[in-house]
């Protein structure tokens, strides 16, 4: 006779009903890459206010402005950052306030731990 923990183990079918589409998925991944590094970390938390040229960004990071712009690449693959140029300074924010929603819950729950 099987108990009761046994029958809510099981797999019925509903639990996969949770689960987004395939590409929402995948583009969640995408975008929550774009976190998963300190130098990026770092540069959303430099934008939350608004604009900062790249110039700006690689002074206050301390780090090359090739090492910047690698960076500046990834947060704009994951739909983190857009760009503006202004003659030859490129300005950089966040895309919308779900990021700067998103970093702040980061950065709170990274808290929670220290």
């Known amino acids: ?4 923990t046994d029958e809510a183990c099981r797999p019925d079918g509903s639990l996969q009903r ?3 589409q395939p590409d929402v998925i995948e583009e969640s991944v995408r975008l929550l890459k ?3 590094d ?9 934008l939350r206010e608004g604009e900062v040229c790249v110039h700006a960004l690689v ?3 301390d780090v090359s402005q090739s090492a910047v712009s690698h ?6 693959e994951a739909r ?4 503006r140029k202004v003659g030859r300074h490129v300005y950089y924010r966040l895309v919308d306030d779900h990021v700067r929603d998103m970093l702040a819950d980061a950065l ?6 220290c």
Do not use: K, W, Y
């Open 18 to 20: 949770r689960l987004p």
């Open 80 to 83: 983190l950052v857009d760009a």
């Open 1 to 4: 006779m099987e108990n009761r």
């Open 108 to 113: 709170a729950h990274g808290e929670e731990a």
């Open 38 to 46: 300190t130098t990026r970390l770092s540069i959303l938390c430099l």
């Open 34 to 36: 774009g976190f998963a």
């Open 71 to 76: 960076q500046l690449r990834v947060l704009r």
């Open 59 to 61: 002074e206050a990071l």
